[in-house]
Antibody, heavy 119, light 112 residues
């Protein structure tokens, strides 16, 4: 079955860029059925939708993060990535990658990776 | 971006039924049948429990059911069990500004 696995640094300095990758196994990011998404959860708080990328390369981002977010797709490596620039302590969170099978319905999630923004 | 509104907490005794509400607007919950529900156990990733308001993914107990009326969607859990204790989140497609997704603030379910 399809599995997702996040990877990337657990500590990022303020004003720098957070970069995470989500490896997809058991399925292909080139499938036209799904939207490959990123969601985050600050400690003790709720979920926040960050955005998605479609197999065609089209993207859609949370307006509150749009100026700092880039989601990209690498079909050769079967993974997708998140870049969040100019981070602050408010970006400290568990970051999840997830598969959206349509209209904000996330059926498969990665285990999540904690990213702390601190000097 | 405004989150959907959920009660902070609900509780019930084993065997009882509880309902968690998720209130939005006509631009999200009320305008589309694209409401999903997730269960999150401590330290775990969320698990999809309901999609498109009333559809249960394979493997989810039929004790879970979904509904919607106007701008409010609801998740009902019948025959409450200790293992149901968790945080629950709703999500919806929204077109409040540009098409995107939005989550509710989450509800802590306590099984007494």
């Amino acid at each position: 079955q399809v599995q997702l696995q996040e990877s990337g640094p657990g500590l990022v300095k303020p004003s720098e860029t957070l970069s995470l990758t989500c490896a997809v196994s058991g399925g292909s990011v080139s499938s036209g059925t799904y939207y490959w998404s990123w969601i985050r959860q600050p400690p003790g708080k709720g979920l926040e939708w960050i955005g998605y990328i479609y197999y065609s390369g089209s993207t859609n981002y949370n307006p509150s993060l749009r100026s700092r977010v880039t989601i990209s797709l690498d079909t050769s490596k079967n993974h997708f990535s998140l870049r969040l620039s100019s981070v602050t302590a408010a970006d400290t969170a568990v970051y999840y990658c997830a598969r959206d099978f349509g209209w904000v319905a996330f059926d498969i999630w990665g285990q999540g990776t904690m990213v702390t923004v601190s000097s | 971006q405004s989150a959907l509104t959920q009660p902070a907490s609900v509780s019930g005794s084993p065997g009882q039924s509880i309902t968690i509400s998720c209130t939005g607007t006509s631009s999200d919950v009320g305008g589309y049948n694209y409401v999903s529900w997730y269960q999150q156990q401590p330290g775990k990733a969320p698990k999809l429990m309901m999609y498109e308001v009333t559809n249960r993914p394979s493997g989810v107990s039929n004790r879970f059911s979904g509904s919607k009326s106007g701008n409010t969607a609801s998740l009902t859990i019948s025959g409450l069990q200790a293992e149901d204790e968790a945080d629950y989140y709703c999500s919806s497609y929204t077109t409040s500004s540009t098409p995107k997704g939005v989550f509710g603030g989450g509800t802590k379910l306590t099984v007494l």
